[in-house]
T-cell receptor
Framework: AQTVTQSQPEMSVQEAETVTLSCTYDTSESNYYLFWYKQPPSRQMILVIRQEAYKQQNATENRFSVNFQKAAKSFSLKISDSQLGDTAMYFCAFMNSGTYKYIFGTGTRLKVLA | NAGVTQTPKFRILKIGQSMTLQCTQDMNHNYMYWYRQDPGMGLKLIYYSVGAGITDKGEVPNGYNVSRSTTEDFPLRLELAAPSQTSVYFC?????????????FGQGTRLTVV
């Protein structure tokens, strides 16, 4: 069974600084997708970034980028120039392209400090 | 676009009562999912559906039932509410293709069983 582990329950960062959130996963599949979702206090789940396992190039979306290490089964999220609006819970998720079920980690609560 | 719409947003149930959480999506997505979110536990899959008329159990299906009579609707039924079902429930949908793997979420239903 696939599992997703986020080992940092809480983190904080100063505004304008850079922070990295960790995620590891376990799977025997070769074709899958990885995601980072953001959940602000409004409770809405918002996609931050997506990575296809078959792509070696790390995905980037503006201030958000990932470090995808397939052999190590690691998928960390880097937030550059942190903003107060980045304060949220962040979930790492895995999706097997055979079953199309999303498996989530337990989340990292990020607080950006002014 | 409305996206994924869940109703109600909040509900308090007494032990033993029944209720249906409604979920509808207007994106013509084939896959739909129900998750529950408990503090510190991430999102756990309750049931999912790969299309109208097809449903399957997820990780935590006990105490719940679902149906998928149309592409748009995927209601979740709680027959005999128990305190252990106090949680935030999310409905999600996705259209699985090589380029479209994102899950879209509703705003969640906070359910309290007393």
């Amino acid at each position: 069974a696939q599992t997703v582990t986020q080992s940092q329950p809480e983190m904080s960062v100063q505004e304008a600084e850079t922070v990295t959130l960790s995620c590891t996963y376990d799977t025997s599949e070769s074709n899958y997708y990885l995601f980072w979702y953001k959940q602000p206090p409004s409770r809405q789940m918002i996609l931050v970034i997506r990575q296809e396992a078959y792509k070696q190039q790390n995905a980037t979306e503006n201030r958000f980028s990932v470090n995808f290490q397939k052999a190590a089964k690691s998928f960390s999220l880097k937030i550059s120039d942190s903003q107060l609006g980045d304060t949220a819970m962040y979930f790492c998720a895995f999706m097997n392209s055979g079953t199309y079920k999303y498996i989530f980690g337990t989340g990292t609560r990020l607080k950006v400090l002014a | 676009n409305a996206g994924v719409t869940q109703t109600p947003k909040f509900r308090i149930l007494k032990i033993g009562q029944s209720m249906t959480l409604q979920c509808t999506q207007d994106m013509n997505h084939n896959y739909m999912y129900w998750y529950r979110q408990d503090p510190g536990m991430g999102l756990k899959l309750i049931y999912y559906s790969v299309g109208a008329g097809i449903t399957d159990k997820g990780e935590v299906p006990n105490g719940y039932n679902v149906s998928r009579s149309t592409t748009e609707d995927f209601p979740l039924r709680l027959e005999l509410a128990a305190p252990s079902q106090t949680s935030v429930y999310f409905c999600a949908s996705s259209y699985q293709s090589v380029k479209n793997t994102e899950a879209f979420f509703g705003q969640g239903t906070r359910l309290t069983v007393v």
